[in-house]
């Protein structure tokens, strides 16, 4: 964990922020003194989120895929804590589907919060800090199946790809400004959330963990743990990489493997 006070300079939206990774991202980034905004579409999870941080936190409701409902919520969030510095694209659509089932409405969802909905922040986030002079830091969380592929998360796996280009491209045009873009992508990582929707029942859940080196799933304290230090000062040098953290499970074990 990195000390108390390592962020108190810095004031961060985390979208998806009112269950799962993103609640666990803004409770790590408040207990490092970041002022934080909590985003998604659901104000009572979100308002649960700012009430376990207890100080310097704000809910904004808004939709991702929406850039007014993105303009908006982020005018809110600097209102209620001053100039944001700091943007966690957490805010992810998945369910399992294969390709052929795939309805274009569940495909245009999935990719509209996963990509569309990266997008939109990032493009909020960036023109306030342009129009300020100011550096800043986005952490786009995407996934391992980014670039290994996601069978039976065509939408998501696709949607997430995207988001790669995106972080490395941003990462180039923004770099010369001080606002640094990287990517997050955590592999299985055990929340109620990915147990009901990826992991439904034990014989796909034990199929999972065998694939792991490290014999378990992640858990959402060591994501944000993760995530916090990419927008610490203890990244000042990383800019366009994507941190693997999945207890090794993107590797090829070989035809040898036990």
């Known amino acids: 964990m990195l000390p108390e006070g390592t962020l ?40 649960e989120t700012v009430a376990a941080i207890g100080k310097r936190a704000v809910a904004v409701p808004g939709d991702v895929r929406d850039p007014e409902q993105v303009a908006a919520a982020f005018e809110a969030a600097e209102d209620a804590l001053g100039p944001l510095t700091t943007l966690v694209n957490n805010a992810a659509g998945n369910f399992l589907v294969q390709a052929e089932d795939l309805s274009p409405n569940g495909w245009r969802a999935v990719v509209g919060i996963v990509l569309d909905g990266t997008f939109l922040c990032s493009r909020e986030l960036g023109r306030r800090l342009l129009a300020r002079g100011a550096g800043g830091e986005i ?23 995207g988001v790669v280009n995106l972080t490395r491209t941003l990462a180039v045009e923004w770099g010369r400004h001080g606002i640094r873009v990287n990517a997050l ?16 029942d034990e014989a796909i859940r034990q199929a999972l963990l065998a694939k792991i080196p490290l014999g378990r799933f992640g858990e959402p304290g060591e994501i944000a743990n993760a995530c916090a230090y990419l927008v610490s000062d203890y990244a000042s040098y990383v800019n366009g990489a994507v941190l693997t953290i999945d207890g090794g499970g993107w590797l090829e074990k070989g035809m040898f493997a036990v």
Request: net charge positive.
């Open 139 to 161: 952490v786009n969380v995407v996934a391992t199946y980014a670039w290994t592929g996601g069978p039976g998360t065509i939408h998501s796996a696709a949607a997430k790809a």
């Open 8 to 47: 108190a300079d810095r004031i961060a939206l985390v979208t998806g922020g009112g269950t799962g990774l993103g609640r666990a991202t803004a409770l790590e980034l408040a207990r490092l003194g970041a002022g934080v905004a909590v985003m998604g579409r659901r104000r009572d999870p979100l308002e």
């Open 185 to 200: 992508a955590p592999g299985p990582v055990d929340t109620p959330q990915t147990r009901e929707r990826l992991w439904p």
